[in-house]
C-alpha cells in the first residue's frame, strides 16, 4: 500500500550501530543470583508491596499493588523468596535509591496458575483493568500506563492508532528482533489495542532500515487477515519518538500542552502490543523484556531478561571488553550512565551499552556558542535550543519558557550537532527541574497567601458590615427623632394631619416643626451615604492588592510616587481615617 | 562513578572545523585576487593573521582563559582574512594591524570573546580604519599597475614611496566620482567602455575575484555551513534596487552585475552577512538581515559618502539583529496555526 509520509523538521543521523547485534536470535538470559524488583516501574503512583521477607513467591505472582489509576501491578519474575523489601538504588540518572522487593531464585522458575483472559466476553473497563493487573506498560522507556491510554476519547473520534516499531536509537536493536521473531503476537496483542479504541486506521511504523522487521510484520498481518498498514519510515533520528512518529504518518503535529488523542491518535510500542498480547492470551504478567546488550562488548546480542536482573550481571553475557567503565540504560542518545552496575533491569530498559572512551570519545571542553544555528536547524520540535541555552545558564528561566522549553523532548539532536560541544539537554533539564522547584514553592507561597488575603477580605468585609450596621442605627434614630418631633408638633397644634407618617417632604409647614424635620432628613440622608462610601471602599480595597502585589519594588516605588503626587494635585481621595469626602462625590 | 549526561555520541564537528572551512572558502577568492591584483594580498593575510593571533593571546591572557583551546578555534584567523581581504591591498603593514588589533581587542575581546561580540569585528575594523585614515583607505591599485612583488611588498612595507599611480579609487568610487562631477553629460556605458579601471561587466580584475568569493560561498552553502537565507536575501535586494534604478535611467545608474561584481557584495553576501554570531538566527530574520544589508550596502555606495557601503550596512543591520530575531520567532512544533 502506497501511503503518502509527513516530514518532520530536524533531525539526526548518527551512525546506527545495530548490525553487530542482529546477526543472532534472541537468546533467553540465565537466571541471576538475585533479582532485585523495584515497586516503581512505570508512571504514577508506587505500587504498594503485598510481600515481606521470608515469603515464597511463583513467578507471576503479585508483589506490588497498583496505587490508583495511573500506576500498574508489579510481579515476581521467578519462583523464589523474598529476602527482603528494602530500598536498593535505581537505574535512574539521578542514583536515589527507592523501594524494591529482592527475590532469590530457587531455580525451578515456577509458575503461578496461569489463565487466558476471557477478551471476547469482557467489556473495555474490564480488559483495561486486567492489563493493569497484569503490569502492562510502555515498553518504548516511557513506561506510561498502557491501561491508561486505552481510553478513547469522547469527544474526538479516534482516527489513527500509530504503532511504534520504529527503534530510531542508535545501538539498540530489541524490538526489530521481537517483530522479526514475534510478529504474529505483536500484531494479535495491536488488535486489542485496535478493539479498545476503534480507530478508523492502524498504521505500523518501522524504520527503513529494518526491512526484515517490517516483511515479517506485514506477513504477520496478512496471515491475520488484519487491515493494518506496515509503513517503512525513514531512518532518521528521532522518528521513533511518539510525536515525530505520528508526524510522519498522520501529518498531525502533537503540541507539549496536548494530549495526542486530543488528535485523534495514540501511540504505543511494538513491545508494548506483545506483552499485552502475552497478558490476556496467556495470563502471564509482565516479569521479563527483551534487552539489547551491544556497545563496548565482544557478543552484542538481544536477551529475553527478567526483571529485577543486575545490569553487571546481564552484561557479562555479552563479554564487555576490559576497557569497559560504565553502563548505559537506553541509547546513546537519550540514555544515562547507570549509578552502579548492580542496578537492576527494569521495565524501561531496552538496551544496555557497555561504556568506554573508545566508543563514546570523552566530550572535548565546551566553547562559547557562536549562534551557529546549527541546533535549531537539528530541533525536531523547532525550538531555539541557543536561545534556551543562553537563557538557562544567565538563570532567566522565565525567559525559557517563552522560547517552549517545555517542548523539548530531550532528545540530544541539539547536542550531537554543536560544533562548540555544549551539553545543551543537561542545560535544558536543570532549567526545566528548577522551574518544577521554583513552581511548588510558588504553590505553597500562593497557599499561603490566599490564605492570608481570604483573612483581610473577611476583616474588611466584617468591618464593613459594621459600619453599614451603624449607619443604620443612626438613621433609624433620627428618623425615630423626626417622627418623635413631628409627633410632638402634632400634639401642640392638634392637627388632624399629625395621623399622617411625619415623612420629610411631606412634613406640614408649621412654625415649630421644619427646622427639626429637615435636620433629621439630612441626618438620615448623611448617615446613607456614609454607609454608601465605607461599603464602596471596603469592596475597592478587596479588589484592590490583586494587581498591585506582584510588582516590583522598582514599580512598587513609581506607583507610591504617582501616587503622592496624585494627592498632591488632590486628585485622589484623601488617606483613610478622614472623614467621607463632600456630598457632592457621588458614591453610588 | 562518572554521570556524563546523553548523548554519549557527538557529530564529529568542533569550532574550528567550521573556521577552517571557512578559510578554505575564501581560497578561490584570494586565488584570483592575487593572480589578478598581486600576490601582495597574500603578504596582507600572513601580517593579519599573525596581528590576531597576537592580540587574541594577550586578550585570552590577560582574561586567564585557556589559551591553546580558544587559539585553535580559528576564528581569529577568519576575522583576520576578512580583513585582509576588505583593506587595499597595497595598505601600509601598520594600518592592517591597527584594523586587525582593533577588531579582536576591541570588538571582539571586550565584548567577551568568542561567540559575545554584537559586531562584525572584520566590518569594525574597516569602518573604523576608512573613518581614521580615509586617504589611504581609498588606495586601491589599478590593475593595470605593473608592480613586482618586491616592489609590492616595500609599499606595504613602507620602504618605497607610495607611487602615485597608487592614489586611485575603486571602480565603485571612481564610478561615483565620475557621475556627479559630470552631472549628467557622463553616461555609465561611456565610462564602463572607455576607463582603465573596469572590465568586462565591473571592475578589472575585481569581477574575477567576486566570482572567486561567489565560488566559495556556493561550496559552503552545499556543505551547509551557511544557509540560503542571507545571501540569497542580500543578492536579491542589491539586484532588486540597482535593477530598478538601472532600468529608470542606465545612464546615471551601473546595471546590477555592475554592482553584484564590484567592491564587497559577493564577500559581504557569502562571508560577512552570515557571521551567525552577529547577525540573525531564525529563518526570516536572516531573509530580513539580508536584504537590509544588500540595500543599505546599495544607498551608502551610490548615494552615501564612502565608496563601499557592504561594512556600514552590515554594521548597521548588526545593531538591529536581536530585535529582528525576537521578532522573527518560527511557531514551533505542533503551534502551527492552521487556521
Ligand atoms: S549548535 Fe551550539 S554553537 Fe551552534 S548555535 Fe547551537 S548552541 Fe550555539
Ligand atoms: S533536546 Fe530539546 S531542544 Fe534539543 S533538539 Fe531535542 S527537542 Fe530540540
Known sequence: MLMNLFKFKGGVKPPTNKTQSVTLPIAQAPLPSRLVVPLHQSIGGVPQPVVQAGDKVLKGQLIGEADGWISAAVHAPTSGTVLEVAMHVQPHPSGLDAMCVVIEPDGKDEWIERQPFDYAN????????????????????????????????????????????AECEPFITCDDLLMRERAEEVVRGIGIFRDLLQPKKVLIGIEDNKPEAAAAMRAAVDALGESFSVVPVPTLYPAGGAKQLIRVLTGKEVPASKRSTDLGVQCFNVATAYTAWRA??????????????????????????LIGTPM????????????????????????????????????????????????????????????????????????????MYWFSRAKNFGKTQEYHIFDCIECGCCSFV?????????????????????????????????????????????????AEKLAKAAAAQAAKKAA????????ENTDPAAATPPVAETAPSTDATPAVAVDAAQEAKKAAIAAAMARAKAQREAAQPKNTEVLSSAAQHDVADIEARRAAAHLTDPEPGTPPAPASEKAE | MMFAPAPYLLKDV??????????????????????????????????????????????????????AMFLSDGSAVVTAWLIALAFPPLAPWWLVVTGTVFAIVVAKQLYGGLGQNPFNPAMIAFAVCIVAF???????????????????????????????????????????????????????????????????????????????????????????????????????ALVAISGALWLYNPAQFASPLFHLFSGAAMLGAFFIATDPVSGCTTPRGKLIFGAGCGLLAYIIRVFGGYPDGVAFAVLLLNLCAPVIDLLTQPPIFGMKDKA
Open chain 1, 122 to 165: 469482557a467489556a473495555p473497563e474490564a480488559v483495561r483493568e486486567y492489563l493493569q493487573q497484569s503490569g502492562v506498560v510502555g515498553l518504548g522507556g516511557a513506561v506510561f500506563p498502557t491501561h491508561g491510554k486505552l481510553t478513547p476519547s469522547k469527544t474526538v473520534p479516534m482516527e489513527e492508532l500509530v504503532i511504534n516499531g
Open chain 1, 280 to 305: 490476556i492470551a496467556h495470563g502471564e504478567p509482565v516479569v521479563s523484556r527483551l534487552v539489547t546488550l551491544s556497545g563496548n562488548v565482544h557478543a552484542p546480542r538481544n536477551y529475553e531478561v
Open chain 1, 312 to 387: 553487571g550481571e546481564l552484561l557479562q553475557l555479552a563479554q564487555p571488553h576490559p576497557d569497559t567503565d560504565g553502563i548505559v540504560m537506553g541509547g546513546p542518545m537519550m540514555g544515562f550512565l547507570v549509578p552502579d552496575a548492580n542496578v537492576p533491569v527494569v521495565k524501561a530498559t531496552n538496551c544496555l551499552i557497555a561504556h568506554s572512551d573508545r566508543i563514546f570519545p570523552p566530550k572535548a571542553p565546551e566553547m562559547p556558542c557562536i549562534r551557529c544555528g546549527s541546533c535549531a536547524q537539528a530541533c525536531p520540535h523547532e525550538l531555539q535550543p541557543f536561545e
Open chain 1, 418 to 466: 554543536c560544533p562548540s560541544r555544549i551539553p545543551l539537554v543537561q542545560y535544558f533539564r536543570f532549567a526545566k527541574s528548577e522551574i518544577w522547584a521554583r513552581e511548588r514553592e510558588k504553590k505553597a507561597a500562593d497557599t499561603a497567601k490566599e490564605r492570608f488575603e481570604f483573612k483581610q477580605l473577611r476583616e474588611e468585609r466584617e468591618k464593613a458590615e459594621k
Open chain 1, 484 to 491: 418623635e418631633a413631628a409627633a410632638a408638633a402634632a400634639a
Open chain 2, 14 to 67: 568542533s569550532v574550528s572545523q567550521v573556521m577552517t572551512q571557512v578559510c578554505i572558502a575564501l581560497v578561490p577568492g584570494i586565488a584570483a585576487y592575487a593572480w589578478l591584483v598581486g600576490p601582495a594580498i597574500l603578504a596582507q593575510i600572513v601580517i593579519a593573521s599573525l596581528a590576531a593571533l597576537l592580540a587574541e593571546a594577550l586578550m585570552l591572557r590577560i582574561q586567564g582563559k585557556p589559551l
Open chain 2, 134 to 236: 580615509p586617504a589611504l583607505m581609498s588606495q586601491w591599485p589599478s590593475v593595470g599597475l605593473q608592480l613586482s612583488l618586491v616592489d609590492q611588498m616595500n609599499v606595504i612595507l613602507g620602504f618605497m614611496p607610495r607611487v602615485d599611480a597608487l592614489s586611485g579609487a575603486t571602480p565603485l568610487d571612481a564610478m561615483k566620482t565620475a557621475l556627479k562631477l559630470g552631472e549628467g553629460s557622463v553616461d555609465v556605458a561611456h565610462l564602463l567602455a572607455n576607463q582603465d579601471i573596469y572590465g568586462n561587466f565591473a571592475g578589472r580584475g575585481w569581477e574575477w575575484v567576486a566570482v572567486g568569493y561567489l565560488l566559495g560561498g556556493l561550496w559552503m552553502l552545499q556543505r551547509k555551513l551557511i544557509t540560503w537565507h542571507v545571501p540569497t536575501a542580500f543578492i536579491g
